[in-house]
């Protein structure tokens, strides 16, 4: 069954579609997909994740690798070829109701966060040989993950639901004075620019690695549930993708600073779907540097939903290139030069390119 994606098409209500022809929409977006080359030319599929809460792209080893945890220890691991490197202890049980995180400064060095109970602490830890040493480091005081970024000189690390701020070089780790600052999800630009999402929805940003902050401004009403954001270096814009709870509606925001933030109203993106699915809700957004972005969505199939990831090459116009289940939420979404690694909370992981 082929289905034109064209608008002009004029199609049955949702509610009249039949089942095998929403499988069969499916199968048309998938076989009608221009989806870039480099991604296009496999996609694989591993188990033995369930562990993990993060995916990383080290250049040392020229390999995607994650870090598989136990109840006190927790182990680098080459997603190819599943080799180990040496396990480091945290110090502490790790904490299960806090997920980590795993950030790099794109050169090999890799930093490690998650929180631990008995003792409450947050747990960093570095290393510059793809995991065979390991330096560990205690911050904050609560069980809490560390939120962390590498600012283009530094890691910088907030803890403490905001009251605490760590700055790692090379391996040395500085507690920073503060009185409090904003505490969220954190990304920087090529500048050393950080922005922080934090709130119910607001964003700051910080120029001197997060020890002062200036909360951005954000155009018309601003009620929409920012899921994921980062920056766009082809672009040269960040973007933030989210949804409405009002209206059911995905939306986009974009910034070319961080600093003033313009939502892409309703009607003038667009989705090259058969009229039939409508997404609902963005979850995960990343970006292949150079090409494109690549967002995790939720799509309305009548009583059932589905999961898609699509890409965009101007935060505007999104092709879908892959159908995923949509009961699997996605812990980490990350992105090189020429392909995407997906990281699922059932414990598997696909990697395309």
């Not at 994606?5 to 209500?13: M, V």
């Not at 779907?273 to 609902?280: G, K, L, R, S, Y």
Request: aromatic share 10%.
């Amino acid at each position: 069954m082929t289905l034109p994606l064209s608008r002009n098409t004029t199609y049955a209500p949702l509610s009249q579609v039949k089942s095998e022809d929403l499988n069969a929409i499916q199968d048309a977006i998938i076989e009608t997909r221009p989806i870039p080359a480099a991604l296009a030319s496999t996609k694989r599929t591993l188990s033995g994740a369930a562990d993990a809460w993060g995916v990383v792209w080290d250049p040392v080893v020229s390999a995607w690798v994650i870090v598989n945890t136990t109840s006190d220890s927790a182990v680098l691991e080459h997603v190819l070829g599943h080799s180990l490197r040496a396990p480091f202890s945290s110090g502490g049980a790790f904490s299960d109701s806090n997920d980590a995180a795993i950030v790099t400064d794109g050169t090999g060095t890799i930093l490690y966060t998650r929180s631990t109970v008995a003792p409450s602490t947050g747990r960093v830890a570095s290393t510059v040989d793809s995991g065979q040493t390991w330096d560990v480091h205690t911050v904050g005081s609560s069980d809490v993950r560390p939120s962390t970024v590498w600012d283009g000189t530094r890691f910088v690390i907030i803890d403490d639901n905001g009251t605490k701020l760590y700055h790692l070089t090379e391996g040395v780790l500085a507690d920073i004075p503060i009185s409090s600052v904003p505490w969220g999800p954190l990304r920087a630009s090529p500048d050393g620019r950080i922005v922080c999402h934090h709130g119910s929805n607001d964003f700051s940003y910080s120029d001197d690695g997060g020890v002062t902050w200036t909360l951005s401004t954000v155009g018309g009403s601003f009620t929409d549930a920012i899921r994921d954001f980062i920056w766009d270096a082809r672009m040269g814009l960040w973007v933030a993708v989210g949804y409405s709870p009002m209206s059911s509606a995905p939306y986009i925001w974009t910034s070319p600073d961080g600093a003033t933030w313009t939502r892409v109203l309703p009607g003038t993106y667009s989705f090259l779907f058969h009229p039939a699915i409508m997404p609902t809700e963005f979850k995960r957004l990343c970006c292949v540097r150079g090409h494109l972005l690549v967002a995790h969505l939720i799509a309305d199939l009548g009583a059932d939903g589905s999961g898609f990831l699509a890409y965009s090459t101007d935060a505007i116009t999104w092709r879908p290139f892959d159908v995923v289940d949509a009961d699997l939420e996605i812990r980490d979404l990350q992105a090189n030069e020429t392909s995407v690694a997906v990281l699922w909370d059932d414990g598997s992981l696909t990697i395309y390119g």
